[in-house]
């Protein structure tokens, strides 16, 4: 069975970046490991921080989606004007397809949203900027 995953991204107005998937969205078997990836880009000139939280919806297909590597898991930094790619690889657990109440479930999507972050590693950037 497959699954359509859609990617959808969001980012708080506090936050001065420009942030997209860069497809919209792919077909996985369950049990295949799926990757994607968002572009991310600095709209100031000096360094920024951003930590991203995301969901999965319907919200019943959560315990399904498992996310093997994700920019997510950790603060991302962006130098002045920087733009990245920031993959995502994950699998859809073949579970789903043993559990009756998920049989109308033919799309999952994935939502990211990137809110500012203070830290240490932010400083530190800011202090080597300016002090360049």
């Given at each position: 069975?497959?699954?359509?995953?859609?990617?959808?991204?969001?980012?708080?107005?506090?936050?001065?970046?420009y942030?997209?998937?860069?497809?919209?969205?792919i077909?996985?078997?369950?049990?295949?490991?799926?990757?994607?990836?968002?572009?991310?880009?600095?709209?100031?000139?000096?360094?920024?921080?951003?930590?991203?939280?995301?969901?999965?919806?319907?919200?019943?297909?959560?315990?399904?989606?498992h996310?093997?590597?994700?920019?997510?898991f950790?603060?991302?930094?962006?130098?002045?004007?920087q733009?990245?790619?920031?993959p995502?690889?994950?699998?859809?657990?073949?579970a789903?397809?043993?559990?009756?109440?998920?049989?109308?479930?033919?799309t999952?999507?994935?939502?990211?949203?990137?809110f500012?972050?203070?830290?240490?590693?932010?400083?530190?950037?800011?202090?080597?900027?300016?002090?360049?």
């Amino acid at each position: 069975r497959t699954v359509r995953v859609q990617f959808d991204a969001d980012t708080s107005r506090a936050l001065p970046w420009y942030f997209e998937p860069e497809q919209r969205s792919i077909e996985v078997h369950l049990g295949e490991r799926g990757i994607t990836a968002y572009t991310a880009r600095n709209k100031k000139n000096e360094p920024t921080a951003g930590t991203a939280i995301y969901n999965v919806t319907p919200a019943k297909a959560g315990k399904y989606f498992h996310k093997i590597q994700c920019f997510c898991f950790d603060e991302q930094i962006l130098a002045a004007k920087q733009k990245v790619s920031m993959p995502v690889l994950f699998f859809v657990d073949p579970a789903m397809d043993e559990d009756p109440n998920m049989e109308d479930v033919k799309t999952i999507t994935l939502s990211y949203t990137f809110f500012p972050a203070n830290s240490k590693a932010l400083d530190d950037a800011l202090e080597a900027f300016y002090n360049e």
